[in-house]
C-alpha cells in the first residue's frame, strides 16, 4: 500500500514536469500571437502626434508630388484614404530575407532591401511604378529636361535644383554637398552598386559638382537617356554627409579600405525619407518608425516591421493567425487558397525578371549550338504555354524578346516573337543536320527559377527540346559553381535569370544584346548591328524612336536566339483586408509611404 | 587531477586542430566557388572578382589559405565571413548566445522531463505507466526535429494561439541590455519582468522541440539502467535494513544507475546542435544553427570554420564536465 502511494508520488512528479511548461504557456498567452505592440515600446506611437508642425510647413508643391507619386494609385490606395485608413498603427510584412545583410545605401544591393531603403532614402527624383517612363520630383524641385534647362542641349549635363529644408533623419539640412559626398562615397566604396555611378565617373574621379547650395550638377561621359531611372534608385538618395563622416565614413579614393560607416548604416538610417530604420537584426527582422520631420506629409503608420519568414507554408500561417499583415512570398497555390476565401487582398503586378535559357554561341563551347539554326529550333520546340500554365500556375508573363512587359521597347519587339512550331522545330534541326546530337543543360542542383523547381523546368525542357530531334543530358550543378561557370563562359547551355538593376530597357537590350556586357558575354554573342542599334537607342531623347531601335534590335536577337526568355513572373502578394495603398512597384517591391492600415 | 586537466587541455587542442584541418579540407574538396556570396550575379568584369578573390583571400592556393586561417586563428581571429561580410567573430559573438540559451532550456527540459520519465518506467516495469513512458520516449526520438517543429508550431501557435509563433521577442520589441546576450538572464538582472516572460514564452516551444530526443534517450537510459541495479544486492540489502522506498531508489539505485546516463549525457549534447539548425530555422530563432546552414550554402569557410569550432568547444567542456561528474556519482572512479 505505501509502496503504491510513493509510486503515484513519482508520477505526479513526471506529470508534474509536464505541465509546469503547458502552464507558463497558458500564463503567457495573455500577449499570444506577436500582434499587439510590445509593452516596453508603448511609448513610441505618441511620438507621432508630435510631428505636425514640420509637415504642415512642407512646400504645397510636395503634397502635389506626393499624389503623383503614389498615385500609382490604384483603386486600392486611393481607396485607402477614402475609407478613412485612420493615422498610425503597426504593419508587419512577413518576407523571406534570407538575402539581407546591410542597409548602407552605398553597399546594399539585395532585393529584400529595396522597399526598407527606398522608405529611407529619397531619391532627387522617383519613377512611377505604373508608366516607368514618367519621373516625378522629390527632393529635386522638379525633373530636369532639356525643356527646363535641367539637361543640357548635347545630353550631357543634368542639373538638379534642390529642395530647400529638407531635413535628415540624423537633424542635419540637406544641401548639394551632401548629394556630392554620397555620390563620391557610392563610387569609391567599389561595391556591388558602385556601378550606378558608371554614367558619370570614371575610376579615379566621380563628375559631379556642386553649383551652389542648392544646386547639383552631373556631367556624364556620353549622352545617356537611362540616367534618371539611375538617379531614381536608392542607392542613389542622398545621405546626410556629417552625419556619415563622423561615423567614419569616406568620400575619397581610399575609402574602399578605410570607411568605417557601414556598422553604423546597418542600424540607422540618415536619409530624408518619410520612413527611419531603427533597429536591423539580422535573421529576425527590421524595424522603421515615421519620419516625423518628413518634408512631405508624415507617412501614415508609426511603425513597420519587416519580418524574416523563411517557408511559404509558415507565412501562411502567421498571416491567417493575424501574425503578420502582408505575406510576400507564397506559394501559387497558398495565394488561390486565399483567395477564395475573400478574406484577403491579393496584389498584383509584372515584376521585371526573367527566367531564360543561354546558349553558347561559340563552337567551343556550344558545340552544335554554334549553329543559329539549332537555337532557332530550340526556341521553336520550347512549350511557353505549358511552363507557364503548368508551372508557374500562370503567375507570370511572357515578354516577346529580352525586353521585358512594361518597359520601353516590349510591345515593339511583339511582332518577332517565336511562338512555339514543333514542326519547324524538327525541320530547323534537319537542315542543320543535328539530329541526335547531345547538349548539356546545366541548372542549379535543389534551386528554384523564379519559383519554379529548378530541376522540374529543366526535366520540361529537356522533354520539349528533345521532341526537336536534339538530345538534351541534365545536369544538375552546384548553384555557386554553375554561376562561376557561367560567368566564365564554360557552360553549352543553362538555365538563369535576370532582375532589374534599374527600370530601364537598357538594362536588358544593353546588356542581352550588346557584345562584352554581362549575358551576351557569357555566351559569346557579338552582333555588331544590334551593338549599334542599341548604343544609338541609350543616347535617342526621343521617345517613339527609341522604342523603335529597340524593336528592330530585339528582332535581331530572337532571330540569332542566343537566349531564349521562358518567362516573366508576376508577383503576388497577398494582404489584410485592413491594409491599404499596396501597390507593387517593380524596382522597390512596393512604396511604404502609401501604406496605411485601418481598425 | 591538475594533471588530469592539463592533459585533458592538450587533447582538446589537439582535436580542435584536426577539427579545423577536416572542416578546411571537406570545405575544399566540395564543388562551388565561394566569391559568388559576395560579388552580384551580374557582375562579369574578371578585374572586380579578381579584386574581391584578393580582398577575401581566395586568390592564394589552399594550403597557404589555411596556414594563414590558422595564424589568425591563433592571434584570436576567426577571419571574415562571406555571407554576412563582418567578422567571424562578432557574428558568433551574436549568434552563440542564442543557441546556448535554446540548449540550456532543451537539456533542462529533457533531464526534468526524460529523467523522472525513465524513474517511473521502471519502477512501474511492464504496467501502463511504463508503456505510456515508453510511448512517449520513443516518440521523442523517432520523430524528426523539423517535422516536431512544424507539428508544434501549428498546434500551439496557429490553432490554440497559446504560444508565439516564432522569434526570441515579440515583433519590434528591443533585446533586453547587452549583458550575457541570453534574454532571460539579461531581462531578469536589469529586472525587466516583461521582457523576461516574453523571452521565456518564446524560448518554451522552440526548447521543448529541441529537447524532444535527448529527452527520449535520457528516459530510456535510465529507465534501463535503473532496473539493471534494481536487482543489484546492495538494492536489496537496503531494502531489507527496512529503508523506505524512496531512499532505496533515490539514494542507492538512481544514483548507480545515472553513471550510463551521463555518459549518454555527453554524448547527446552533440545530438542538440545538430538539432539546432532544423529548430532555429523553424522558429526563426537567430543562432549558430541558422548561421551555419547559411554559411555552408554560400561555402563560406570562415563562418562555416567558425561555427564547428565553437561547437567543438562546447562538446570538449561538456565532454569534460560529464567526466568530472563521475567522480561525483562514484567516488570509485578517480581522474588520474
Known amino acids: 500500500m505505501k509502496r503504491i502511494h510513493r509510486f503515484r508520488r513519482y508520477a505526479a512528479m513526471a506529470l508534474l514536469s509536464l505541465i509546469v511548461p503547458a502552464l507558463l504557456a497558458a500564463c503567457g498567452s495573455s500577449s499570444k500571437v506577436a500582434d499587439t505592440p510590445a509593452p516596453t515600446k508603448a511609448a513610441v506611437p505618441t511620438t507621432a502626434a508630435a510631428a505636425p508642425t514640420t509637415a504642415a510647413a512642407a512646400p504645397t508643391t510636395a503634397g502635389a508630388s506626393s499624389v503623383a507619386a503614389t498615385s500609382a494609385a490604384s483603386p486600392a490606395a486611393s481607396g485607402g484614404t477614402a475609407t478613412g485608413a485612420k493615422s498610425g498603427g503597426q504593419l508587419i510584412i512577413g518576407r523571406n530575407t534570407d538575402d539581407l545583410i546591410t542597409l548602407d545605401p552605398g553597399h546594399f544591393y539585395e532585393v529584400s532591401a529595396e522597399p526598407l531603403m527606398g522608405a529611407a532614402y529619397d531619391p532627387l527624383v522617383a519613377q512611377d511604378a505604373q508608366d516607368l517612363s514618367k519621373f516625378s520630383p522629390m527632393l529635386a524641385k522638379e525633373v530636369p529636361s532639356v525643356a527646363n534647362g535641367g539637361i543640357s542641349a548635347d545630353g550631357k549635363e543634368y542639373i538638379f535644383k534642390l529642395r530647400d529644408n529638407v531635413k535628415f533623419h540624423s537633424g542635419g539640412t540637406m544641401t548639394a554637398d551632401d548629394i556630392v559626398f554620397s555620390m563620391k562615397r557610392l563610387h569609391f566604396l567599389q561595391d556591388n552598386p558602385s556601378f550606378l555611378t558608371d554614367p558619370f565617373s570614371t575610376k579615379d574621379a566621380v563628375n559631379i559638382t556642386a553649383v551652389d547650395k542648392l544646386t547639383v550638377k552631373f556631367t556624364l561621359a556620353e549622352p545617356n537617356v537611362a540616367f534618371l531611372t539611375y538617379v531614381a534608385t536608392p542607392n542613389l538618395g542622398p545621405t546626410d554627409s556629417k552625419a556619415v563622416k563622423e561615423k567614419g565614413g569616406l568620400d575619397t579614393a581610399d575609402a574602399k579600405d578605410k570607411d568605417k560607416a557601414k556598422d553604423f548604416l546597418d542600424q540607422n538610417s540618415v536619409g530624408t525619407g518619410p520612413y527611419i530604420i531603427k533597429s536591423f537584426k539580422l535573421k529576425e527582422e527590421v524595424v522603421l518608425e515615421r519620419n516625423p520631420n518628413y518634408w512631405r506629409e508624415p507617412g501614415k503608420l508609426d511603425k513597420i516591421i519587416l519580418k524574416y519568414i523563411q517557408k511559404s507554408g509558415t507565412e501562411r500561417q502567421q498571416l491567417e493567425a493575424g501574425a503578420i499583415d502582408i505575406a510576400q512570398d507564397l506559394d501559387a497555390d497558398a495565394v488561390a487558397d486565399l483567395q477564395k476565401g475573400g478574406k484577403y487582398t491579393v496584389v498584383t503586378g509584372n515584376t521585371l525578371n526573367l527566367a531564360y535559357l543561354a546558349l553558347h554561341t561559340a563552337p567551343d563551347v556550344g558545340g552544335p549550338l554554334a549553329n543559329k539554326q539549332v537555337r532557332q529550333a530550340i526556341a521553336y520546340a520550347v512549350d511557353y504555354k505549358g511552363i507557364i500554365e503548368g508551372l508557374k500556375k500562370n503567375a507570370a508573363v511572357r515578354p516577346p524578346s529580352v525586353v521585358p512587359l512594361g518597359l520601353l521597347g516590349a510591345k515593339e519587339a511583339q511582332p518577332y516573337i517565336i511562338n512555339t512550331d514543333l514542326a519547324k522545330a524538327k525541320d530547323l534541326i534537319k537542315q542543320a543536320g543535328a539530329a541526335g546530337q547531345s547538349i548539356k543543360l546545366s541548372y542549379d542542383a535543389g534551386g528554384t527559377v523564379e519559383g519554379v523547381d529548378a530541376e522540374t523546368l529543366a526535366t520540361k525542357l529537356k522533354a520539349d527540346i528533345e521532341q526537336s530531334g536534339l538530345k538534351v543530358e541534365l545536369a544538375p550543378t552546384d548553384p555557386t559553381q554553375r554561376l562561376s561557370d557561367y560567368r566564365a563562359s564554360k557552360l553549352q547551355m543553362n538555365i538563369s535569370t535576370w532582375s532589374p538593376d534599374y527600370a530601364d530597357t537598357n538594362n536588358y537590350a544593353g546588356t542581352f544584346g550588346r557584345t562584352g556586357q554581362a549575358p551576351a558575354k557569357r555566351v559569346k554573342y557579338s552582333n555588331p548591328e544590334v551593338d549599334k542599334l542599341v548604343d544609338q537607342a541609350a543616347k535617342e531623347p526621343d521617345v517613339a524612336k527609341r522604342a523603335g531601335l529597340y524593336g528592330q534590335a530585339q528582332k535581331l536577337i530572337n532571330d540569332d536566339s542566343p537566349f531564349i526568355i521562358l518567362y516573366q513572373p508576376v508577383a503576388q502578394i497577398v494582404t489584410k483586408k485592413t491594409v491599404t495603398g499596396y501597390n507593387y512597384h517593380p524596382v522597390l517591391l512596393v512604396d511604404y509611404y502609401g501604406l496605411a492600415k485601418s481598425g | ?336
Open chain 2, 1 to 336: 587531477m591538475g594533471q588530469y586537466l592539463l592533459r585533458r587541455a592538450l587533447l582538446s587542442l589537439l582535436v580542435l586542430w584536426l577539427v579545423t584541418l577536416a572542416t578546411f579540407t571537406l570545405a575544399h574538396l566540395v564543388p562551388g566557388d565561394p566569391i559568388n556570396a559576395v560579388i552580384s550575379d551580374k557582375v562579369s568584369d574578371p578585374a572586380i572578382i579578381a579584386q574581391a578573390r584578393k580582398k577575401y583571400g581566395l586568390d592564394k592556393p589552399a594550403p597557404v589559405q589555411y596556414v594563414l586561417y590558422v595564424k589568425n586563428l591563433l592571434h584570436g581571429d576567426l577571419g571574415t565571413s562571406l555571407t554576412t561580410r563582418r567578422p567571424v567573430n562578432r557574428d558568433l559573438r551574436q549568434y552563440f548566445p542564442a543557441t546556448l540559451e535554446l540548449s540550456i532550456f532543451a537539456m533542462f527540459f529533457a533531464i526534468v522531463i526524460g529523467g523522472p520519465l525513465g524513474v517511473l518506467a521502471a519502477i512501474r516495469h511492464n504496467g501502463p505507466a511504463d508503456y505510456t513512458a515508453r510511448g512517449v520516449a520513443l516518440f521523442g526520438t523517432a520523430v524528426p526535429i523539423y517535422y516536431l517543429a512544424l507539428l508544434a508550431q501549428t498546434i500551439f501557435a496557429y490553432h490554440l494561439k497559446l504560444l508565439p509563433f516564432s522569434g526570441r521577442l515579440d515583433d519590434g520589441v528591443d533585446a533586453p541590455k547587452h549583458l550575457t546576450g541570453l534574454y532571460t538572464v539579461d531581462a531578469l538582472v536589469h529586472g525587466q519582468w516583461d521582457l523576461f516572460g516574453m523571452a521565456l514564452r518564446h524560448a518554451l516551444m522552440p526548447s521543448l522541440v529541441l529537447a524532444s530526443f535527448a529527452m527520449g534517450i535520457i528516459a530510456r537510459m535510465v529507465r534501463s539502467s535503473l532496473l539493471d541495479v534494481m536487482n543489484n544486492d546492495y538494492v536489496r540489502t537496503a531494502r531489507a535494513k527496512g529503508l523506505t522506498e524512496k531512499t532505496v531508489i533515490l539514494s542507492h539505485a538512481l544514483r548507480n544507475a545515472l553513471i550510463p546516463t551521463v555518459t549518454v549525457l555527453g554524448l547527446t549534447f552533440g545530438g542538440l546542435i545538430a538539432g539546432a539548425v532544423f529548430t532555429e530555422s523553424t522558429f526563426r530563432w537567430p543562432g549558430i544553427g541558422q548561421y551555419a546552414a547559411q554559411t555552408a550554402i554560400k561555402l563560406d569557410f570562415a563562418g562555416v570554420l567558425g561555427v564547428t569550432l565553437i561547437i567543438a568547444v562546447a562538446y570538449i567542456l561538456f565532454n569534460l564536465i560529464v567526466d568530472v561528474l563521475y567522480g561525483v556519482l562514484d567516488p570509485r572512479i578517480r581522474l588520474s
